[in-house]
């Protein structure tokens, strides 16, 4: 069965970056783009961007670009999403998600991982 | 972007009853859109894609309708398990967009 399984929650400082891992397994990893979502506390779902496992063509929302990066990694079935220059409002449950079979909604997603930035 | 609205807020339905959830979009997305269950603490689960079409294991009482910017969903016998939160989102043009939400509760 498809799974996608994330990395564990982290606490950073203001300014610092997060990395976080996504990895894939019950289908073929290099078939499907990942796309990467967040949801902060009390605001809606936000669509970050995503990235194409085969290829490695990303892309990112413009409230996002230039401080988010995602990449994956073929050999370890894995994507990762990283964010700098972290600030308060960062602060949210990121998840990574596989593109539906038949358009860019998200059939099946990752646990999320909670990242948390205080000083 | 496209601003996706939803309506109601939160929608108070007994057990048994129907249930029925509008979102409208700023402006057309055709049939991209797609609706999804949350609940508390839990990834966001697909419904419904391409406007109408249910996901794979996604009971019948789940159905989508619209296109363009009016889009609805409709329960059509509440379970005890349907009580979640809803979003719909699009994905016609880039960035994605997501609705803020209804909040599907007890009565």
């Known amino acids: 069965q498809v799974q996608l399984v994330q990395s564990g929650a982290e606490v950073k400082k203001p300014g610092a970056s997060v990395k976080v891992s996504c990895k894939a397994s019950g289908y073929t990893f290099t078939s499907y783009t990942i796309h990467w979502v967040r949801q902060a506390p009390g605001q809606r779902l936000e669509w970050m961007g995503w990235i194409n496992a085969g290829d490695g063509d990303a892309k990112y929302s413009p409230k996002f670009q230039g401080r988010v990066t995602i990449t994956r990694d073929t050999s370890a079935s894995t994507a990762y999403m990283e964010v700098s220059s972290l600030r308060s409002e960062d602060t949210a449950v990121y998840h990574c998600?596989?593109?539906?079979?038949?358009?860019?909604?998200?059939?099946?997603w990752g646990q999320g991982t909670l990242v948390t930035v205080s000083s | 972007e496209i601003v996706m609205t939803q309506s109601p807020a939160t929608l108070s339905v007994s057990p048994g009853e129907r249930a029925t959830l509008s979102c409208r979009a700023s402006?057309?997305?055709?049939?991209?859109l797609a609706w999804y269950q949350q609940k508390r603490g839990q990834a966001p689960r697909l419904l419904i894609y391409?406007?109408?079409t249910r996901a794979t294991g996604i009971p019948a009482r789940f159905s989508g309708s619209g296109s363009g910017t009016e889009f609805t969903l409709t329960i059509s016998s509440l379970q005890s398990e349907d009580f979640a939160v809803y979003y719909c989102?699009?994905?016609?043009?880039?960035?994605?967009?997501f609705g803020q939400g209804t909040k599907l509760e007890i009565k």
């Open positions: 402006q057309s997305v055709r049939s991209n």
């Open positions: 989102q699009q994905y016609n043009d880039w960035p994605y967009t």
């Open positions: 391409g406007a109408s």
């Open positions: 998600a596989r593109e539906g079979r038949y358009g860019e909604y998200a059939d099946y």
